[in-house]
């Protein structure tokens, strides 16, 4: 069964460093979403990207973060100066068109800020 | 503005002993609500989607309800694998955003 998958798995970094979280939606899907879940918490969207361009994105998603698609099949988050409180689970999910359809997750990226 | 709540943060279920989830909401159009299982370090797996009140769907031992108001996972006879966090989430009109509740962490103990 085709699944998202994301990478790397864990991430340790420095305050101030830049880090890129890559995803691999599944293959025939169209539309492609960031969330995080800080630990104890519950899971907030960030941004969702569609036709190579953000069509929504929230209030956390500000001028330190930036979503790109390189290529055909990667989906890439980068954090451009990390703060303390970037850590979190960062989780990319995909569905094949928008509206009701169900966002497929995947297993997520654990992001720690020193 | 769209919310969710989930009740109880906790269960602890001896195995076979049946109970219900719950989820309430406000949104300002259902678009639909999912339901989703996570385990500890891992990302939301898809349950259920239902769109509209009184629509019921069920897999194995669960099973999913949706009023106007709230949604709730009944499960029954659980084993010790479901053990799990439940996540509830809600979609409104004109996003594709999902909002979500903070959970109910099931126990099932042999």
């Known amino acids: 069964e085709p699944e998202v998958t994301q990478t790397p798995s864990h991430q340790v970094t420095q305050m101030g460093q830049e880090v890129i979280l890559r995803c691999v939606p599944i293959s025939n899907h169209l539309y492609f979403y960031w969330y995080r879940q800080i630990l104890g918490q519950k899971v907030e969207f960030l941004v969702s990207f569609y036709n190579n361009e953000i069509s929504e994105k929230s209030e956390i998603f500000d001028d330190q973060f930036s979503v790109e698609r390189p290529d055909g099949s990667n989906f890439t988050l980068k954090i451009r100066s990390t703060k303390l409180e970037d850590s979190a689970m960062y989780f990319c999910a995909s569905v094949t068109g928008g509206g009701i359809e169900t966002q497929y997750f995947g297993p997520g990226t654990r992001l720690l800020v020193l | 503005e769209d919310q969710v709540t989930q009740s109880p943060e906790a269960l602890r279920l001896q195995e076979g002993e049946s109970s219900s989830l719950n989820c309430s909401y406000t949104v300002s159009g259902l678009r639909g609500l999912f339901w989703y299982r996570q385990d500890p370090g891992k990302g939301p797996e898809f349950l259920f989607t239902?769109?509209?009140a009184g629509e019921e769907k069920e897999k194995e031992r669960l099973k999913a309800t949706l009023t106007k108001k709230e949604s709730f996972l009944h499960i029954t006879a659980p084993k010790p694998e479901d053990s799990a966090t439940y996540l509830c989430?809600?979609?409104?009109?004109?996003?594709?955003?999902?909002?979500f509740g903070t959970g109910t962490r099931l126990q099932v103990f042999p």
């Open positions: 989430a809600v979609q409104s009109y004109n996003t594709d955003k999902l909002i």
């Open positions: 239902l769109y509209s």
